[in-house]
């Protein structure tokens, strides 16, 4: 298949890279130089030390896509969290308007995509200095990884062969900007809604594996700052970050 150099909406200013360690490590690395500014998006075709959520590495072999966008949200460090769930309903419209219809998608909390039982795409973000933020996101296009906690899959093994990298880029930055401008104008209320609207496991049991424990209970919702509620037989347990498993 040929490659073609993707076009996002005319406010990114795409970075494209062969290989690079990590797409959030460069973007950082440009930021701190005085080199990128504010919706710059580094793309990479590979990545030989990718990272994911929680200290754990994230496969990046050529094929997937690997972006991380520099962002300055101008909102209190605590509602940055809220920009995770906005990639999430970003990735999940952008998965819906590439693959067939009738695959079935889904959030699962914090910020990870689903496609069926398995995860298909998931988002990294984090701060740089105090006003900046790097919005890592991986959505695995042609490969998945064996062997992982949770089940992973792909657009090509859930039967979407002709989906392109350049192609999803291009889908998740419109539906990116198109949520991140409904968050700015309208705060984390309809983002929490239409996220809830896709979420896997809601009001169902689910376990949540934290560091030390595993905590069960029924997920009834998501607090106003993206904290998820777990209702136990103790009460409302309200858990910040961790693993989510279903039944
Ligand atoms: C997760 O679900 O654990 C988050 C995965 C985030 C992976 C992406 S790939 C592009 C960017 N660069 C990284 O090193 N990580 C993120």
């Known amino acids: 298949m040929t490659s073609r150099t993707p076009r ?73 969290a809220e920009i995770g769930f906005v990639a999430g309903l970003a990735i ?29 795409a998931g988002v990294l973000l984090e701060t ?22 949770f089940p992973a899959t ?17 889908a998740f930055c419109r539906h990116f900007l198109a949520w991140y401008n409904r968050w700015r104008a309208e705060g984390f209320g309809p983002i929490r809604a239409h996220w809830l609207q896709r979420a896997r496991g809601l009001d169902e049991e689910i376990s949540v594996r934290l560091p030390g424990e595993t905590v069960t209970g029924i997920f009834t919702g998501l607090d106003d700052d993206g904290t998820l509620i777990l209702e136990g037989p103790d009460g409302d347990r309200r858990i910040a970050a961790g693993d989510v498993f279903f039944r």
Do not use: F
């Not at 991986?138 to 906690?149: K, L, R, S």
């Not at 002709?162 to 192609?167: Q, R, S």
């Open 8 to 80: 996002p909406p005319p406010l990114y200013r795409l970075v494209c890279l062969d290989t690079v360690e990590s797409t959030n490590d460069e973007v950082k690395r440009l930021a701190e130089d005085g080199a990128a500014d504010e919706w710059t998006l580094v793309w990479a075709r590979a990545q030989t030390a990718g990272r994911g959520r929680r200290g754990r590495s994230w496969d990046s072999p050529e094929g997937n896509l690997y972006c991380s966008l520099l962002l300055r949200p101008a909102c209190p460090p605590g509602q940055a």
């Open 128 to 149: 740089l200095g105090t006003d900046w933020l790097v919005l890592g996101v991986g959505i695995n296009v042609a490969h998945y990884p064996a062997n992982t906690d």
């Open 154 to 170: 792909s657009l090509w093994e859930q039967g979407s062969p002709g989906v392109t990298v350049e192609d999803m880029l291009e």
């Open 92 to 120: 999940y419209d952008a998965i819906g308007s590439l693959v067939l219809p009738g695959l079935e998608a889904w959030c699962k909390w914090p910020n990870d995509v689903l496609l069926g039982d398995a995860k298909v």
